[in-house]
């Protein structure tokens, strides 16, 4: 009995051991079989989740921002203790006890789901486990992918802390609303960073990682607050909080920025425009798109947000000048059902969804509620309906003609319902008394249809201060100011000059303005000047202030296009440049923002400059990845300095031209204007210079210019080139852009004279003539030219350019004070040494017809 006993009891025991045994092999191979190819779990410790990439201000305000994810990283140390205890509590209460997963939540879930027959379902899921599905294992509910989560999170458990687990669930979990991370939640929800919600804002934070969708703070705001409640019961019942912080923060309402209790976090930013898009587009060609995007780079903008402003309505108010000019209605930018304009609520939620621009300065959206018979009336967004209501009156619609279907023009406009019809969709802007700034009535207003661009950067450092891409950048975002190519022109003229006088040409080089005929592939060319009359023999800066085609061209030959082309190259105007002859008058094409770059150049004595729209960039460490200004400073290493010295700052950057020459035409250019095709155009309080561009047809209209400090440009004309009409002209249209800007930039960054490099001499120069005149001279007429050390101009003797092109005989020339101001044949006799040399007198009034093209070369 007793063997038999103790035979009994040995199998059950072998079996049992067996059994145990068994079941020890199978899981182990279950583990085994499941843990084979699983993702590296030791890779979280280097995780970089996608952050976001900002950029600030010089005065280190946030101005956009860029992302995939809307997620801000914060370490586990910024975490408030407040939100980590929501999250645990909400999530997963035994979190600082378990190591990886939870039995007992894994035995309760199961007993759950038996007793309620698989239609209760409740999630077992640690901290740890989430962490492990969302970073290294996808989303499908399998027991596979459970089985390899426990396996992960039971490894992770003893590579990482508590911590650091917890850091990265609260940096990677997805809250809605495009927020991941809890900060960016803090910033979405309430416009909050972490250590300022309150206890109710945390919880509901907390409440959202279930289902983010179902907990929306408007759309299910009962729902939202039964689980926010729920948060808070279970923060107390684990200790971390008070019952009365509970009973507190249960009663307080769920207020959000969705459901209009807090402004937006966005509406702190000012809206995005064509600077910051700049940035966005070459740093994302730089590092790459998905890299820019989800870096977390702090970027420092090199914009100066006020002259940004005043850069945007200089430009706007040109462009809508000269489409206020054409006079012609293109039709409402949307249109709304008039079925929706019933009530005042309707009406604004149908307008609040229209398409249209909305970051115009002093611009609003309106929508056309009623036509009368004489005024309109309409709804404005963001303004208050008043008794009477707000209307377009009759007068205010007299400028324009209806653009038809087929193109033509309507009759000219005598009441608002000529224009405008009920449900448009259109601009207005509130008119106002210029003496006391009084509301007078409000203005139909359109978004020109002509475009254009403006830039400005220090000619110094190369720190681009303003751009401005276009009217809107809401309304079109191509910025053209860097994307646009456009032919610049007359404003390429300069980079001619610079090449003649790099080359051994002065300032008082006679070039012939007389016709020229260029058999080309296509043809004859016949460039004319844009009078359309010849001015025979002049010097080199009658040719920049007044914009001699013929005199360029002819200069162009002589020093041979493929220096030209060089030089433009080195200035950064082409990449690479044709050396045909038509080029010499800009008809090739490049853009605003390397213009203003190569006359920044001008500007600073010759030395290359790059623009920058960026002065630093951060990595999401801190660490310094991009520094625009490589200057070197020896005396910042130093301990102190004596008083009264500022550190020497020593440039190495390379030298374009001869800063000679860089001043030569500096001063040709400051011609340009006080008496060229500026004139009028430009008031200062400090010396400038600058050049026009007018192409054929004028369609482009250009004008660059620069003090001692700021170079700036701006050109204007359609998309798609066309003429602007007759009048247009760079000196009309865009120099008073220039002059607008640069009247607030000298404000703030001051000016004076350019700088006179050193090894040139001056001397007194007959600006019609090109003869020198005695020491001490003064006029009118008078203007004291630069030279080179040894290179002093001899008195009536004079070098003539004619570009090897012949003279016909008795040309209609234009004599001095005629035609063009300031422009024509010289008065006296003079002598003048022709291409080979020998010596020729000319006679007074001499159209030149009277020298045999011979006797030119």
């Given at each position: 009995?007793?063997?038999?006993?103790?035979?009994?009891?040995?199998?059950?025991?072998?079996?049992?051991?067996?059994?145990?045994?068994?079941?020890?092999?199978?899981?182990?191979?279950?583990?085994?079989?499941?843990?084979?190819?699983?993702?590296?779990?030791?890779?979280?410790?280097?995780?970089?989740?996608?952050?976001?990439?900002?950029?600030?201000?010089?005065?280190?305000?946030?101005?956009?921002?860029?992302?995939?994810?809307?997620?801000?990283?914060?370490?586990?140390?910024?975490?408030?203790?407040?939100?980590?205890?929501?999250?645990?509590?909400?999530?997963?209460?035994?979190?600082?006890?378990?190591?990886?997963?939870?039995?007992?939540?894994?035995?309760?879930?199961?007993?759950?789901?038996?007793?309620?027959?698989?239609?209760?379902?409740?999630?077992?899921?640690?901290?740890?486990?989430?962490?492990?599905?969302?970073?290294?294992?996808?989303?499908?509910?399998?027991?596979?992918?459970?089985?390899?989560?426990?396996?992960?999170?039971?490894?992770?458990?003893?590579?990482?802390?508590?911590?650091?687990?917890?850091?990265?669930?609260?940096?990677?979990?997805?809250?809605?609303?495009?927020?991941?991370?809890?900060?960016?939640?803090?910033?979405?929800?309430?416009?909050?960073?972490?250590?300022?919600?309150?206890?109710?804002?945390?919880?509901?934070?907390?409440?959202?990682?279930?289902?983010?969708?179902?907990?929306?703070?408007?759309?299910?705001?009962?729902?939202?607050?039964?689980?926010?409640?729920?948060?808070?019961?279970?923060?107390?019942?684990?200790?971390?909080?008070?019952?009365?912080?509970?009973?507190?923060?249960?009663?307080?309402?769920?207020?959000?920025?969705?459901?209009?209790?807090?402004?937006?976090?966005?509406?702190?930013?000012?809206?995005?425009?064509?600077?910051?898009?700049?940035?966005?587009?070459?740093?994302?060609?730089?590092?790459?798109?998905?890299?820019?995007?989800?870096?977390?780079?702090?970027?420092?903008?090199?914009?100066?947000?006020?002259?940004?402003?005043?850069?945007?309505?200089?430009?706007?108010?040109?462009?809508?000048?000269?489409?206020?000019?054409?006079?012609?209605?293109?039709?409402?930018?949307?249109?709304?059902?008039?079925?929706?304009?019933?009530?005042?609520?309707?009406?604004?939620?149908?307008?609040?969804?229209?398409?249209?621009?909305?970051?115009?300065?002093?611009?609003?959206?309106?929508?056309?509620?009623?036509?009368?018979?004489?005024?309109?009336?309409?709804?404005?967004?963001?303004?208050?309906?008043?008794?009477?209501?707000?209307?377009?009156?009759?007068?205010?619609?007299?400028?324009?003609?209806?653009?038809?279907?087929?193109?033509?023009?309507?009759?000219?406009?005598?009441?608002?319902?000529?224009?405008?019809?009920?449900?448009?969709?259109?601009?207005?802007?509130?008119?106002?008394?210029?003496?006391?700034?009084?509301?007078?009535?409000?203005?139909?207003?359109?978004?020109?249809?002509?475009?254009?661009?403006?830039?400005?950067?220090?000619?110094?450092?190369?720190?681009?201060?303003?751009?401005?891409?276009?009217?809107?950048?809401?309304?079109?975002?191509?910025?053209?100011?860097?994307?646009?190519?456009?032919?610049?022109?007359?404003?390429?003229?300069?980079?001619?000059?610079?090449?003649?006088?790099?080359?051994?040409?002065?300032?008082?080089?006679?070039?012939?303005?007389?016709?020229?005929?260029?058999?080309?592939?296509?043809?004859?060319?016949?460039?004319?000047?844009?009078?359309?009359?010849?001015?025979?023999?002049?010097?080199?800066?009658?040719?920049?202030?007044?914009?001699?085609?013929?005199?360029?061209?002819?200069?162009?030959?002589?020093?041979?296009?493929?220096?030209?082309?060089?030089?433009?190259?080195?200035?950064?105007?082409?990449?690479?440049?044709?050396?045909?002859?038509?080029?010499?008058?800009?008809?090739?094409?490049?853009?605003?923002?390397?213009?203003?770059?190569?006359?920044?150049?001008?500007?600073?004595?010759?030395?290359?400059?790059?623009?920058?729209?960026?002065?630093?960039?951060?990595?999401?460490?801190?660490?310094?990845?991009?520094?625009?200004?490589?200057?070197?400073?020896?005396?910042?290493?130093?301990?102190?300095?004596?008083?009264?010295?500022?550190?020497?700052?020593?440039?190495?950057?390379?030298?374009?031209?001869?800063?000679?020459?860089?001043?030569?035409?500096?001063?040709?250019?400051?011609?340009?204007?006080?008496?060229?095709?500026?004139?009028?155009?430009?008031?200062?309080?400090?010396?400038?210079?600058?050049?026009?561009?007018?192409?054929?047809?004028?369609?482009?209209?250009?004008?660059?210019?620069?003090?001692?400090?700021?170079?700036?440009?701006?050109?204007?004309?359609?998309?798609?080139p066309r003429p602007l009409g007759s009048g247009a002209s760079g000196g009309g249209m865009c120099a008073p852009v220039f002059n607008e800007f640069m009247q607030e930039a000298v404000r703030e960054y001051g000016g004076g004279p350019f700088a006179v490099p050193e090894g040139g001499v001056f001397f007194p120069i007959d600006r019609y003539s090109g003869q020198r005149l005695p020491d001490g001279a003064q006029g009118p007429d008078v203007v004291y030219e630069l030279f080179r050390e040894g290179e002093e101009p001899y008195f009536g003797i004079l070098s003539i350019i004619d570009g090897g092109w012949g003279m016909g005989s008795d040309l209609p020339l234009v004599s001095r004070g005629e035609g063009e101001a300031g422009d024509g044949a010289v008065d006296a006799d003079q002598t003048v040494t022709t291409s080979t040399g020998e010596a020729a007198r000319v006679p007074s009034q001499s159209g030149f017809g009277t020298l045999s093209s011979g006797g030119l070369y």
């Amino acid at each position: 009995m007793i063997r038999f006993t103790i035979g009994f009891f040995g199998a059950i025991f072998t079996a049992v051991t067996l059994g145990i045994f068994a079941v020890a092999v199978a899981v182990g191979g279950i583990l085994y079989m499941y843990s084979r190819d699983l993702p590296d779990h030791e890779a979280l410790a280097n995780y970089q989740p996608p952050t976001i990439s900002r950029i600030y201000s010089r005065e280190g305000m946030i101005v956009d921002e860029f992302a995939t994810e809307r997620r801000l990283f914060v370490p586990a140390e910024e975490i408030p203790d407040l939100v980590a205890h929501a999250f645990v509590s909400a999530e997963d209460r035994n979190f600082y006890e378990h190591g990886g997963y939870d039995p007992r939540a894994i035995a309760a879930a199961f007993v759950e789901a038996v007793r309620s027959r698989g239609r209760d379902v409740r999630g077992a899921s640690t901290i740890t486990q989430q962490v492990m599905k969302n970073f290294l294992l996808d989303g499908s509910r399998t027991v596979e992918r459970k089985v390899r989560e426990i396996i992960l999170a039971a490894r992770i458990e003893t590579a990482l802390s508590k911590e650091r687990i917890l850091e990265l669930y609260l940096n990677e979990i997805f809250l809605g609303q495009n927020s991941y991370g809890v900060a960016a939640a803090a910033q979405t929800y309430f416009n909050a960073n972490l250590e300022d919600l309150t206890l109710e804002q945390a919880a509901y934070l907390a409440a959202l990682p279930q289902a983010p969708s179902n907990f929306h703070p408007v759309r299910d705001y009962e729902r939202a607050v039964s689980r926010r409640n729920y948060v808070l019961r279970e923060m107390f019942e684990n200790g971390y909080i008070t019952r009365a912080e509970m009973e507190r923060a249960t009663a307080a309402p769920l207020e959000t920025v969705q459901g209009g209790h807090i402004e937006p976090f966005r509406t702190a930013m000012p809206p995005r425009n064509y600077f910051t898009d700049e940035i966005r587009r070459q740093l994302s060609a730089q590092y790459g798109e998905d890299e820019f995007f989800t870096g977390g780079y702090s970027v420092r903008a090199t914009m100066d947000e006020s002259l940004q402003v005043v850069a945007e309505r200089a430009l706007r108010r040109a462009l809508e000048r000269f489409d206020r000019e054409q006079g012609v209605w293109r039709g409402a930018v949307d249109t709304i059902d008039p079925a929706r304009l019933t009530d005042e609520d309707s009406w604004r939620a149908a307008l609040a969804e229209a398409e249209i621009a909305r970051d115009i300065e002093g611009w609003s959206a309106a929508v056309v509620l009623e036509v009368g018979q004489n005024a309109a009336r309409i709804g404005i967004e963001g303004v208050e309906e008043d008794e009477d209501g707000h209307f377009i009156p009759a007068e205010d619609v007299t400028w324009a003609r209806p653009l038809r279907e087929d193109g033509s023009r309507g009759p000219q406009a005598r009441v608002a319902g000529d224009l405008l019809s009920v449900g448009d969709v259109v601009h207005v802007r509130a008119m106002t008394r210029d003496s006391d700034g009084s509301f007078l009535r409000w203005t139909l207003r359109q978004v020109p249809e002509v475009q254009g661009a403006f830039m400005a950067m220090d000619v110094n450092t190369g720190r681009v201060l303003a751009m401005q891409g276009g009217f809107s950048y809401q309304q079109s975002s191509f910025n053209r100011a860097t994307q646009a190519t456009r032919q610049p022109g007359s404003s390429f003229k300069p980079f001619v000059y610079a090449a003649a006088l790099d080359s051994g040409y002065s300032p008082n080089t006679i070039v012939i303005d007389a016709p020229i005929e260029v058999q080309t592939p296509e043809g004859v060319w016949r460039p004319q000047n844009a009078s359309n009359q010849f001015y025979g023999p002049s010097p080199l800066r009658t040719g920049i202030e007044l914009s001699r085609n013929l005199m360029t061209v002819r200069l162009a030959q002589d020093v041979g296009m493929e220096t030209v082309a060089r030089y433009a190259e080195r200035f950064g105007v082409y990449d690479d440049m044709q050396p045909f002859l038509a080029n010499s008058l800009g008809s090739q094409e490049t853009t605003l923002y390397r213009m203003v770059a190569a006359y920044a150049m001008f500007a600073n004595g010759g030395e290359r400059v790059e623009p920058t729209l960026v002065d630093r960039i951060q990595d999401r460490w801190g660490n310094t990845v991009y520094r625009h200004d490589q200057r070197l400073c020896p005396d910042c290493q130093l301990a102190s300095l004596q008083p009264g010295m500022a550190p020497a700052i020593v440039s190495n950057r390379e030298r374009v031209i001869d800063p000679i020459t860089a001043y030569q035409l500096t001063s040709m250019m400051q011609g340009v204007v006080t008496r060229g095709t500026a004139a009028g155009r430009i008031d200062l309080p400090v010396p400038s210079a600058g050049k026009t561009g007018t192409t054929n047809d004028a369609r482009d209209v250009w004008y660059v210019g620069f003090t001692s400090t700021i170079a700036a440009g701006c050109y204007i004309g359609y998309d798609t080139p066309r003429p602007l009409g007759s009048g247009a002209s760079g000196g009309g249209m865009c120099a008073p852009v220039f002059n607008e800007f640069m009247q607030e930039a000298v404000r703030e960054y001051g000016g004076g004279p350019f700088a006179v490099p050193e090894g040139g001499v001056f001397f007194p120069i007959d600006r019609y003539s090109g003869q020198r005149l005695p020491d001490g001279a003064q006029g009118p007429d008078v203007v004291y030219e630069l030279f080179r050390e040894g290179e002093e101009p001899y008195f009536g003797i004079l070098s003539i350019i004619d570009g090897g092109w012949g003279m016909g005989s008795d040309l209609p020339l234009v004599s001095r004070g005629e035609g063009e101001a300031g422009d024509g044949a010289v008065d006296a006799d003079q002598t003048v040494t022709t291409s080979t040399g020998e010596a020729a007198r000319v006679p007074s009034q001499s159209g030149f017809g009277t020298l045999s093209s011979g006797g030119l070369y």
